[in-house]
């Protein structure tokens, strides 16, 4: 049976543009993927981005550049409203005048919106909202009327811990796991004797106790990721004491692996690279022994994990938001109740077979599982709400039933 083709608008955030050689930016990165798959798949992709971004489908620019690079990356600012309510009224009125079958808002925000209020009424297709971060009170303030089903909004989680999370807020309808194109991913089963951290450099991230885990077990740490200003006083404390090396303002080249890290692992035992491209990113992957998951906060998703699984490398966790989801104990790494216990398990490691990794990913988290999921729900979805509409208009109209 052939399938409709369907005008899909993807809402973009507006702080980094859509690529996926970024240093920083999961969001951006699913919607990369999940653009590009509608495309394989014969749908028509629209994706309201910041006009520096790269799609595959058509691009629909909002602001000349990215939000950070407007105000010089400073993660809070006062024009970031009047700049969200911008892209929020150009991705609504472009979708009102060329029919757009689904609006996919992965900003979460787009129905508080001065834009969406005014303009809801002309609004004749649903919107679906993927909840990709924590349940914050910004968001609780924006969904506090959408904890029953609504005719024209829907919401699906990225992991039912999210879910769970969430369920007190909204009305979530499903939950579909956010997908990597995972033979871009270079696959190793000769790994380095090496733990890697990578990600933000916060408090909730854990990196401190990598560090710590590290060190007991005398092995060598690289931490990846950049370090926000809300950050800066977790990083002088409790991590730049502690840091042997820092690489943070090297060039890429094809040789930066062999040239640079080998080279600090030599001379030094924890090793701060700074942020790292995608190309950078996978060569660390594809060589750590151990990928390190030391969170202390509920993380919704963790695009890192699925990375590393990918090229083969284990992921020891904490048992803390979707870690057990994707982790599955004793298979493909191992997930711990306490930071006390990570370096037990890294010691058990030569217990994971490296193609475990790789087929986790392969079988629950590729992009075509993800764009098909997705595909599927916005039939269901556009169903719901046709037959919404037609039991609100009946309820109207009563003499034409």
Known sequence: MKRSKLKIMLIAPIFLPISRNLTYGGIERVISFLDTELIRMDMESYVVAPSDSEVYGKLIPTLEKHAWAITGYTIKSDIFSDLYEKHYETAIDYAIENGIDVLHDHTGKIIGSKAYKIKKHQINFPILITLHGSANNEKMEIYRDYKTPNQKVFFNAISKSQKRLFSEIVSVDTVIYNGLD???????????????????????????????????????????????????????EEIRPHLDMILDEIPYSSKWFEGYILPALKEGQIIHTGGVNDAQKKELYKHAQCFLMPIRWDEPFGLVMIEALACGTPVVAINRGSVPEIVEHGFNGYVVQDSADLANHIRQLNNINPRNCRNTVETKFSTVTNAESYVSLYNRIISTYNARKMTENALLNPRQL
């Open 182 to 236: 995972v033979e871009n991913y270079p696959y190793s089963e000769q790994k380095m004797p090496f733990l890697l951290s990578l990600g933000r450099l916060s408090q909730k991230k854990g990196q401190d106790l990598a560090i710590r885990t590290a060190k007991e077990l005398g092995m060598k740490l690289v931490i990846a990721g950049n370090v926000h200003e809300a950050d800066k006083e977790f990083y002088a």
